[in-house]
């Protein structure tokens, strides 16, 4: 039994059940309980008066069970006197539980005014229109609602730290992209040399300035929840021990009712998107001593791709006149086309010119040179594909189709450039228009001999241009 029942019990004992009040001159009736003299004497006094049964001459009934006792067989109760008189002078039962106004037992909670008063206060003309209950039942009503607060701030605290989550994670991939972006100017420097050392420190310090002024904006917003959560924590602390205290005490230290609360929550920084651009100046140029004259091989064009030479002014593919069309070479899926001539070394560089409509959807790079030509698969490395492709309405890059891995443009380039490592296992994608880089595969090895391919999306999406031959899908 703890310090606090163990002094609960003591004023139990010490006080008489129809004063109230600690015992003073304690007497025990016969049948075995306890009141003080004069509380005992007047209750039967009272009892005189009354009408009712009849009673044995000079017996009275005992306002605890009711049994009859002769009225003079009241025993003092001497160490009863002593409890009482020690229940006094405990420091921690003093009676807080008194009106300061009456010096009566604080047993009713007023509504109106949100605070305990006695039974005198109830009568008295300032309380006696006012809602009263007792004490014990306000109470309880106020430990629920404190349960109730306490399980809301455990659900926003809940919320806090889901948040505080998200954003070590906005954080995390933020410095991985970041990572990404570093490891590819280095490498992009390193094709064209030391010589451009000095633009690439400016384009690293330019990332790491992006990377400081957008994680500093991430870890405050870190900062801030985690702030909130300990304030949260406090907060929830406080109402646990206020709901732990006895019901007058709860009462005393909520006043007049619990505090609502409104959590508010920082703004969540967004994902970010680098606007650090891969440059290399004169990358494009030196790429260029790479270029081959790409020559596309109308055996494997789609029935309905379209493939004029401006050189000879002829078409190299028509419409399709009889089923002997559909040769085993001919990509049928897809309105696609390969270039006639395989890579299994070296570096390689060509450039595709586009004039497509906002909705067009194609696809340039490389392939395997045995890859499906009749069923539609996935265009991923998986499948023997290394391609970037537009998808409908969009103003981003599509690595692969099943997981996209989107490289973000402002608009669409008009002029792409592809260039094949073939030994190095890369294949990477530029912007002709602003000579920026646009992606990367890389792999340890390729499986075999690939093609350039190339794949246009629907009539009507426009034309592509590799070296002299237009490309576009009969309507």
């Given at each position: 039994?703890?310090?606090?029942?163990?002094?609960?019990?003591?004023?139990?004992?010490?006080?008489?059940?129809?004063?109230?009040?600690?015992?003073?001159?304690?007497?025990?009736?016969?049948?075995?309980?306890?009141?003080?003299?004069?509380?005992?004497?007047?209750?039967?006094?009272?009892?005189?008066?009354?009408?009712?049964?009849?009673?044995?001459?000079?017996?009275?009934?005992?306002?605890?069970?009711?049994?009859?006792?002769?009225?003079?067989?009241?025993?003092?109760?001497?160490?009863?006197?002593?409890?009482?008189?020690?229940?006094?002078?405990?420091?921690?039962?003093?009676?807080?539980?008194?009106?300061?106004?009456?010096?009566?037992?604080?047993?009713?909670?007023?509504?109106?005014?949100?605070?305990?008063?006695?039974?005198?206060?109830?009568?008295?003309?300032?309380?006696?229109?006012?809602?009263?209950?007792?004490?014990?039942?306000?109470?309880?009503?106020?430990?629920?609602?404190?349960?109730?607060?306490?399980?809301?701030?455990?659900?926003?605290?809940?919320?806090?730290?889901?948040?505080?989550?998200?954003?070590?994670?906005?954080?995390?991939?933020?410095?991985?992209?970041?990572?990404?972006?570093?490891?590819?100017?280095?490498?992009?420097?390193?094709?064209?040399?030391?010589?451009?050392?000095?633009?690439?420190?400016?384009?690293?310090?330019?990332?790491?300035?992006?990377?400081?002024?957008?994680?500093?904006?991430?870890?405050?917003?870190?900062?801030?929840?985690?702030?909130?959560?300990?304030?949260?924590?406090?907060?929830?602390?406080?109402?646990?021990?206020?709901?732990?205290?006895?019901?007058?005490?709860?009462?005393?230290?909520?006043?007049?009712?619990?505090?609502?609360?409104?959590?508010?929550?920082?703004?969540?920084?967004?994902?970010?998107?680098?606007?650090?651009?891969?440059?290399?100046?004169?990358?494009?140029a030196v790429l260029k001593s790479?270029?081959?004259?790409?020559?596309?091989?109308?055996?494997?064009?789609?029935?309905?791709?379209?493939?004029?030479?401006?050189?000879?002014?002829?078409?190299?593919?028509?419409?399709?006149?009889?089923?002997?069309?559909?040769?085993?070479?001919?990509?049928?899926?897809?309105?696609?086309?390969?270039?006639?001539?395989?890579?299994?070394?070296?570096?390689?560089?060509?450039?595709?010119?586009?004039?497509?409509?906002?909705?067009?959807?194609?696809?340039?790079?490389?392939?395997?040179?045995?890859?499906?030509?009749?069923?539609?698969?996935?265009?991923?490395?998986?499948?023997?594909?290394?391609?970037?492709?537009?998808?409908?309405?969009?103003?981003?890059?599509?690595?692969?189709?099943?997981?996209?891995?989107?490289?973000?443009?402002?608009?669409p380039p008009s002029h792409m450039?592809?260039?094949?490592?073939?030994?190095?296992?890369?294949?990477?994608?530029?912007?002709?228009?602003?000579?920026?880089?646009?992606?990367?595969?890389?792999?340890?090895?390729?499986?075999?001999?690939?093609?350039?391919?190339?794949?246009?999306?629907?009539?009507?999406?426009?034309?592509?241009?590799?070296?002299?031959?237009?490309?576009?899908?009969?309507?």
């Amino acid at each position: 039994m703890d310090a606090v029942e163990l002094a609960r019990k003591l004023k139990e004992e010490a006080t008489c059940s129809i004063c109230l009040d600690y015992f003073n001159d304690p007497v025990m009736t016969s049948c075995g309980h306890n009141f003080c003299r004069e509380c005992i004497q007047m209750s039967w006094e009272k009892a005189k008066g009354k009408k009712g049964r009849r009673r044995r001459k000079g017996s009275f009934a005992c306002p605890e069970c009711r049994e009859t006792s002769p009225h003079r067989n009241l025993r003092p109760n001497r160490l009863l006197t002593k409890v009482a008189e020690m229940a006094r002078q405990h420091p921690g039962l003093q009676r807080q539980d008194l009106c300061r106004l009456h010096q009566e037992p604080l047993k009713l909670f007023c509504e109106d005014d949100q605070r305990p008063i006695c039974v005198v206060c109830r009568e008295a003309k300032e309380h006696r229109l006012h809602r009263a209950r007792p004490l014990d039942e306000a109470a309880q009503d106020y430990k629920l609602k404190l349960e109730k607060d306490m399980e809301y701030l455990r659900e926003e605290m809940s919320k806090t730290g889901n948040l505080q989550a998200k954003e070590e994670q906005a954080l995390d991939e933020w410095q991985n992209k970041v990572r990404r972006r570093r490891e590819r100017i280095v490498l992009e420097f390193a094709k064209v040399g030391l010589c451009l050392a000095e633009e690439e420190r400016r384009l690293l310090q330019a990332l790491k300035e992006e990377e400081e002024e957008t994680a500093s904006r991430l870890q405050e917003s870190k900062a801030l929840l985690a702030q909130q959560s300990h304030s949260l924590e406090m907060l929830l602390l406080q109402l646990e021990d206020w709901s732990q205290r006895e019901p007058l005490q709860m009462l005393q230290v909520c006043g007049r009712g619990s505090n609502s609360f409104s959590i508010r929550y920082p703004e969540v920084v967004p994902p970010a998107v680098l606007r650090t651009v891969c440059r290399v100046p004169g990358e494009i140029a030196v790429l260029k001593s790479f270029q081959e004259d790409v020559v596309l091989d109308p055996t494997s064009a789609y029935p309905y791709l379209l493939l004029y030479e401006s050189r000879q002014r002829c078409y190299l593919s028509c419409p399709p006149e009889g089923t002997e069309f559909y040769n085993k070479d001919r990509f049928v899926a897809y309105p696609c086309v390969v270039g006639q001539k395989t890579f299994s070394s070296g570096r390689h560089y060509w450039e595709v010119g586009m004039n497509l409509t906002g909705d067009a959807l194609w696809a340039l790079g490389v392939c395997r040179d045995n890859v499906s030509r009749k069923d539609r698969v996935p265009k991923c490395p998986e499948n023997g594909f290394w391609v970037v492709q537009l998808s409908k309405g969009t103003k981003y890059l599509c690595t692969t189709m099943a997981a996209p891995t989107p490289v973000t443009l402002t608009e669409p380039p008009s002029h792409m450039g592809i260039f094949l490592d073939f030994e190095a296992g890369e294949v990477s994608f530029y912007s002709v228009n602003d000579g920026s880089h646009l992606h990367t595969y890389s792999q340890a090895a390729f499986p075999g001999p690939l093609q350039p391919f190339f794949c246009l999306g629907a009539p009507k999406c426009g034309q592509m241009v590799i070296s002299t031959v237009t490309v576009w899908v009969k309507g």
